[in-house]
């Protein structure tokens, strides 16, 4: 048979949600048996390939180029899941919603600094008004919530969709779990 | 021709990178830049919040470091109440300070580094990550594995969650230790033990391979800052800053969280979201310094556990002064990992880590804070100013990784001199430039805590810290 191709992908998250991806442990390295890590921060690939057939997707998406990459990766992805509350609900990244990105720019490089306070300028992706969960930007196929959602989770997860069942995530994980 | 080079992502790191780099007319890499793409904001969000809702929002920052986060957090909240937290607790925290260096080291050192140190910097990139070591070398493989799996497994069983564990609250931690838990840890410790064992031994054995990247990567002289223990040994949590020059001169020493914004300060350039701290007195660029593993075993004496000291030792060897090769936060990592197993096994012997009394209680006592903790990438520091009823006015934040910026410039820019040439990019050359920067550990989620995407300058600096040249982008 075959290996699954699967794929981990770090938007605008703390990558807290990968680090328990890895909490699996032994048994991510049981897992590689079934599964190929075809593009993820752990891996060597720098493209992300065609006909990916499942794309664990952490964060939510923040600026021009998130929403950019989230469109690339569902046309090249068969069944996408939004992992973890970021991606979900847009969770603490969305909380510089009602500051807006100015203000900020403004704390960061103008008050807090000591020498050459300046916003820069340069080669700054274009920020999105507003950060919004990944649904709002393409279709999700599996929502697993948690902050992070716990590695048995994960496994369990995995192991239901490599067997062709349904995981019965509202048994398994919640928002702020 | 003169060309651009882009490897983009940079993998294997811990976040979101990118490395640009220009050759001149004869094929020589005459600009490097390490740019990193993420939005964050916490700086500026917190406001408005309760402070004691600060360590468990600031841990967001990192997934792979919240311990450190919820440390120096609960370090500002606690100058703010003006109390002195239980002694249990202080204990306690300590190890979960341990337990998280241990994971974090060997998340970097086995899953990130040493695919390029078993497989070599020129292997097929199809196999260069942690399931490549595993085919190769299953025991290294597995004991990484396990070393992970035993500082995670710690913080589940103090903080309930190996991720973001809402234990460590202002005043201590939320509910003390029971003996089944305490003696579940120390039965873990022999394996522990074990696995560490073997991997220094494999890495002493494997390191000479690298000389010429030991050489190439970062080695140049510098400060270093880190926290140090009142007898000078290695110190993670409750200690006090310290700044040696490249020569191992203190420059500063005893220095307080609230002490920091005095010395230190943070720059901006127009190119960069990440910013660049440096030591005031010095200026910027000239103060630039490097925290981390490799500071922590410059600037102290010794470790203060019977094994690492004997490591350490062993270590110091390698240099007449401060080892100055970023090549050896490597090794650095793997003796703060055996530390910590020692350590972490010392507080739990200890019959007094049983104690109830884990948490102090206040209100808003004073209107501003600071705190500092050893993160496993470096000296962390949060500054927090409130009002009366305890609501954030303001934050700043100096990350671990961000203090290395400087170096990690001067690293990509000495180590792509070396090896990538214009008219022939092989990919073990340019993976040697990314290997570059995982010698550092950055944390660029912590690092882009303030804001986003950052194309960067390269300075090319002499050996007596004179600028030669400086390139930027633009
Ligand atoms: S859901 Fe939580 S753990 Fe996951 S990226 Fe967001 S903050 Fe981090």
Redesign the interface.
Known sequence: MSKIKVATVWLDGCSGCHMSFLDMDERLIELSSQIDLVFSPLVDFKIYPENVDLALVEGAISSVEDEHKIKMIRKRTKFLIAMGDCAVTANVPAMRNPFGPEPILERAYHENVSTGAQIPCVFVPALLEKVRPVHEFVPVDLFLPGCPPSADTFYTVLTDLLAGRTPDVASLTRFGA | MSQTIT???V??????GKITLKTNDQGEVSEAYF?V?????F???S?GRPFYEMPG?MA?????C?VSHLLASAKACEAIMSVTIPPTAAKLRSALNMAQTIQSHA?SFF??SS?DLLLGMDAD??D????GV?KVDPEL??AG??L??FG?HIIELLGK????PGWVVPGGVTEPLDSAKRDEILAMIPEAYANIRLALNWYKRIADRFRDEADHFANFPGAFLGMVGEDNGLEFTDGKLRLIDATGKILVDKLEAAQFDDHF?????????M?FP?Y?PL??PDGSYRVGPLARLNIATHAGTPLADIEVKEFKQLANGPVLGSFYFHHARLIDILYGIEFIERIFSDPTILDTHVRATAGVNRLEGSGVAEAPRGTLMHHYKVDENGQML?A?LVIATGQNNNAMNRGVLQTAQRYVKGDKLADGML?RVEAVIRTFDPCL?CSTH????M?LEIKLVAPDGSTLDTIR??
């Open positions: 490897i983009d992502p993998t294997r790191l811990e976040g979101h740019t793409t993420q939005v964050r904001g700086e500026k969000f406001q929002l967001r920052i990192c997934g792979i919240p998340l899953y990130l695919p990139p199809a260069r990550n942690i399931f595993v493989g597995r594995v396990a992970r799996r995670q969650k190996r991720i973001h300060g943070e720059a901006v350039e127009p190119y960069s979201y910013k440096y005031k200026g910027y303001w700043n993976n989620s303030a804001f986003g995407q194309p982008r633009g």
